[in-house]
């Protein structure tokens, strides 16, 4: 056998990220998106292209002027052009090569350019709004996956709890597992894919992207309507002709009817029914119990746990009392004895409706999971070679920024700090590099005049035609004259192929 028939063939060194594998014929790197192909280095994953031929004839907020005063609507996606995306497209990585594909379109009459790359993200995070009443854990709390802090829970809000995830300090300022599993999460998480997590003092809960969180092994259902005091307010017209004194259950405020503003302007007279915790403003309660997975987002499961004993002088035997939480999931419907006991007694139905109004107003438990993300130096130095002017130019609102097509938020101060909702991108958007970081697709597009005054790399754009590779994956989103009431209408259709 001869020593040229004998001879493995040479590995290729990979640059597309700090990690710089040694990649053998056939293989990929440790992160799955390069490979070596007869010698060549190959991305494995295709160029995603969004494609919509659907023509609503609805105009955007006017983003800026054409040289002649016309103006452009900001339509990147929605247009009947097919709009290249970042996703698939690789990296600038080192940072002194331009970005992969820079392509230059003809909109309306406006030339335009669009440059994508795949950033890998040191400095990102997803920001987590879990739509639940149920205590997950205490603010700053610390979040867990395998044992390992991977962020913690930020302040509630109307109804969902926070969760701030990832970010620089646990990929890389911790231990090499909690860098790795970090990463690893925050993976499954932008690529719409269950994650379990256990919160300090708290709550083990599965987030998914546009599912219904489960906490302690139980699914959650519904959103609350409204706090204690907003579910009086909401309700009090339908409850002051069945009963004589509501109570809603609410973590952070409890709403007492015969006391709260709307039981006075329908002339509820006074109840004496009593409530424990700090009285804020009349019927409205705090600190009524501690929080937890019961009633409201309480840690009580029998709700005349938080009433105190009666007021003889203005109780009454015979006063119909109903107790409920903020989603209507539980309630009880007493009668005071002649010692003013609560007893429990069958609920009439026309108050049984008004309960079951509640639940009806509730919107469906969702987990949102946004990703947070900056884009420093090799993202700017693949579009130019100013870097500082390509900044300045999102700012100035004359370059437009999304991540794998959809809208992003960009953060108002120094740098790009951008957000934007997974459920908007295309499914599997998100790669990694094990350094550790997160690889995510981002697009910047602008006047082709604008790209060429901020030092753009001119000798580098394409016409979409010239830029297309072979492998291709298109998809398109639903179209927006759809069901309303289905979310999935506002998400994107399954990818179909090339």
């Not at 790009?416 to 998100?430: E, G, H, Q, R, Y």
């Amino acid at each position: 056998m001869s020593e040229a028939t004998t001879a493995k063939p040479e590995k290729i060194r990979c640059d597309a990220c700090p990690v710089l594998c040694y990649i053998a014929e056939g293989r990929s790197g440790a992160c799955d998106r390069y490979a070596n192909h007869d010698g060549n280095l190959v991305r494995l994953d295709p160029l995603t292209i969004i494609e919509n031929a659907i023509d609503k004839g609805v105009k955007a907020v006017p983003f800026l002027r054409d040289t002649d005063g016309n103006d452009w609507d900001g339509d990147l996606v929605q247009g009947k052009r097919p709009f290249i995306t970042a996703v698939g497209a690789g990296t600038t990585y080192p940072d002194y090569k331009p970005a992969p594909f820079i392509v230059s379109q003809d909109v309306d009459g406006v030339d335009m350019v669009t440059v994508v790359t795949e950033g890998i993200f040191s400095y990102c995070g997803v920001k987590v709004k879990i739509d639940t009443d149920r205590f997950l854990g205490h603010e700053r709390a610390i979040v867990r996956v395998d044992g390992e802090p991977i962020g913690h829970v930020m302040t509630s809000e109307y109804g969902s709890k926070m969760l701030s995830l990832g970010g620089v300090e646990h990929l890389t300022g911790g231990s090499k597992k909690e860098g790795r599993i970090t990463c690893d999460a925050l993976l499954r998480l932008c690529n719409r894919e269950a994650v379990e997590m256990t919160i300090d003092e708290g709550a083990t809960v599965v987030v998914q992207a546009g599912k219904a969180p489960i906490v302690n092994g139980v699914e959650e259902q519904l959103m609350r309507v409204g706090c204690g005091s907003a579910t009086i307010g909401m309700f009090a017209s339908d409850w002051a002709q069945h009963v004589d004194e509501v109570v809603v259950v609410d973590d952070h405020i409890t709403g007492v009817l015969s006391e709260h503003q709307a039981g006075k302007l329908l002339n509820v007279p006074p109840s004496g029914i009593r409530v424990n915790g700090r009285r804020s403003t009349p019927g409205r309660y705090f600190q009524v119990a501690d929080p937890g997975t019961g009633w409201g987002g309480t840690n009580i499961e029998d709700p005349l746990s938080i009433l105190r004993e009666p007021d003889p002088e203005v109780a009454w035997q015979g006063l119909r009392l109903l107790m409920v939480s903020t989603t209507g999931e539980q309630y009880a419907y007493f009668e005071l004895d002649e010692t003013l006991k609560p007893v429990a007694t069958e609920m009439p139905e026309d108050l049984r409706a008004s309960v079951l109004a509640i639940a009806e107003n509730c919107e469906p438990s969702i987990c949102s999971v946004l990703f947070m993300g900056g884009a420093g130096g090799s993202l700017r130095a693949g579009v130019t070679k100013r870097p500082v002017g390509l900044t300045n130019s999102v700012k100035d609102s004359l370059t437009h920024v999304t991540c794998g097509g959809a809208d992003a938020y960009v953060w108002p101060g120094g740098g790009i700090t951008v957000m934007a909702d997974v459920l908007n991108m295309p499914t599997n958007s998100f790669g990694y590099v094990p350094t550790p970081a997160l690889v995510a697709p981002i697009e910047f597009t602008m006047r082709l005049a604008d790209y060429a005054a901020l030092g753009g790399h001119m000798d580098h754009v394409r016409t979409l035609a010239e830029a297309m590779p072979r492998e291709v994956r298109r998809v398109e989103p639903i179209d927006p004259d759809g069901d309303p009431t289905a979310r999935s209408n506002y998400r994107w259709k399954a990818d179909r192929p090339a």
